[in-house]
C-alpha cells in the first residue's frame, strides 16, 4: 500500500501525472484541478495516494492534501460511486464543503456536482452522514490533543456547527423514543422547527409538543 510518492514531476497529461521515484515513473490519476495545484513539471512534490487493485487493474490515485484522500476514499464507499465519479466531484467541491453538504443534508448543492442526481445525493446523504460525523469529531479529538490551534475556514466552521447541532437532535430524537414514540413520527416533527439555535432540552420539550404529548 502507497500512502504517498514524493518525487519529481516528469509529465503532465489529461488525468494524470506522472512522477518519478529514483528513476521509476509512478502514472498518478488526479482530478485536473489537483493536476494544476501540484506545481511544474521538474518540481519536487508530495502527492497523498490510494492504490486500487483489481483483477484486472491497478490503479493509483493521487490527491494534494489528506483531506482530499479521506473524502475519495468515503465517496468511493457509496455505492454506484466510482473513482473517477469521485474525483470529478473533489475538483469542484472542496472536501469541507461537501462534508457540510452531507452533514446539513443539502441536496440542491450535492446535485450542483457533475453526475450527481436527487437519488444520488440522497444515497451519498444517507452512507455518508454518519461516517463523516465520526470523522470530524475524531479528527476534533486529535486536535485537541496535539494542540492543533490551526485557524480553520468558514466552511469549516460551520461544519463543526452543523455536527453539534446534528448531535443535538440524535440526543433529542433518543430521548422521545424513550417515550414510546416512533423515530419516524419524531422526525417529522422535527422537520417544522428551525433546530440550530435550540438545546437538547429544548428540542426534548418542543418535540413534545409537536408530538401531542
Same mark, same amino acid.
Given at each position: 500500500?502507497?500512502?504517498?510518492?514524493?518525487? =519529481?514531476? !516528469?509529465?503532465?497529461?489529461?488525468?494524470?501525472?506522472? @512522477?518519478? $521515484?529514483? &528513476?521509476? #515513473?509512478? +502514472?498518478?490519476?488526479?482530478?485536473?484541478?489537483?493536476?494544476?495545484?501540484?506545481?511544474?513539471?521538474?518540481?519536487?512534490?508530495?502527492?497523498?495516494?490510494?492504490?486500487?487493485?483489481?483483477?484486472?487493474?491497478?490503479?493509483?490515485?493521487?490527491?494534494? =492534501?489528506? !483531506?482530499?484522500?479521506?473524502?475519495?476514499?468515503?465517496? @468511493?464507499? $457509496?455505492? &454506484?460511486? #466510482?473513482? +473517477?465519479?469521485?474525483?470529478?466531484?473533489?475538483?469542484?467541491?472542496?472536501?469541507?464543503?461537501?462534508?457540510?453538504?452531507?452533514?446539513?443534508?443539502?441536496?440542491?448543492?450535492?446535485?450542483?456536482?457533475?453526475?450527481?442526481?436527487?437519488?444520488?445525493?440522497?444515497?451519498?446523504?444517507?452512507?455518508?452522514?454518519?461516517?463523516?460525523?465520526?470523522?470530524?469529531?475524531?479528527?476534533?479529538?486529535?486536535?485537541?490533543?496535539?494542540?492543533?490551534?490551526?485557524?480553520?475556514?468558514?466552511?469549516?466552521?460551520?461544519?463543526?456547527?452543523?455536527?453539534?447541532?446534528?448531535?443535538?437532535?440524535?440526543?433529542?430524537?433518543?430521548?422521545?423514543?424513550?417515550?414510546?414514540?416512533?423515530?419516524?413520527?419524531?422526525?417529522?416533527?422535527?422537520?417544522?422547527?428551525?433546530?440550530?439555535?435550540?438545546?437538547?432540552?429544548?428540542?426534548?420539550?418542543?418535540?413534545?409538543?409537536?408530538?401531542?404529548?
Amino acid at each position: 500500500m502507497l500512502a504517498y510518492i514524493k518525487g =519529481t514531476i !516528469e509529465m503532465k497529461m489529461t488525468g494524470y501525472v506522472v @512522477i518519478d $521515484v529514483g &528513476g521509476l #515513473g509512478y +502514472k498518478v490519476f488526479m482530478s485536473e484541478v489537483g493536476i494544476e495545484k501540484l506545481g511544474n513539471i521538474g518540481e519536487m512534490v508530495k502527492v497523498h495516494t490510494y492504490y486500487k487493485v483489481r483483477e484486472d487493474d491497478i490503479s493509483i490515485f493521487g490527491f494534494n =492534501t489528506l !483531506e482530499e484522500l479521506k473524502m475519495f476514499e468515503l465517496l @468511493i464507499s $457509496v455505492s &454506484g460511486v #466510482g473513482a +473517477k465519479t469521485a474525483l470529478t466531484m473533489l475538483a469542484v467541491c472542496e472536501p469541507s464543503e461537501f462534508a457540510l453538504a452531507v452533514i446539513s443534508e443539502d441536496v440542491k448543492t450535492l446535485t450542483q456536482i457533475p453526475g450527481i442526481g436527487a437519488k444520488s445525493a440522497q444515497r451519498i446523504i444517507l452512507e455518508l452522514k454518519d461516517k463523516i460525523t465520526k470523522e470530524q469529531q475524531i479528527e476534533k479529538i486529535n486536535a485537541q490533543v496535539n494542540g492543533n490551534t490551526k485557524k480553520k475556514s468558514e466552511a469549516e466552521d460551520k461544519l463543526q456547527v452543523a455536527i453539534e447541532n446534528n448531535n443535538k437532535v440524535a440526543e433529542a430524537i433518543a430521548a422521545l423514543q424513550v417515550l414510546g414514540y416512533n423515530k419516524k413520527e419524531i422526525e417529522k416533527a422535527f422537520a417544522k422547527l428551525d433546530k440550530n439555535e435550540l438545546s437538547t432540552e429544548e428540542l426534548i420539550k418542543k418535540g413534545l409538543n409537536l408530538l401531542g404529548l
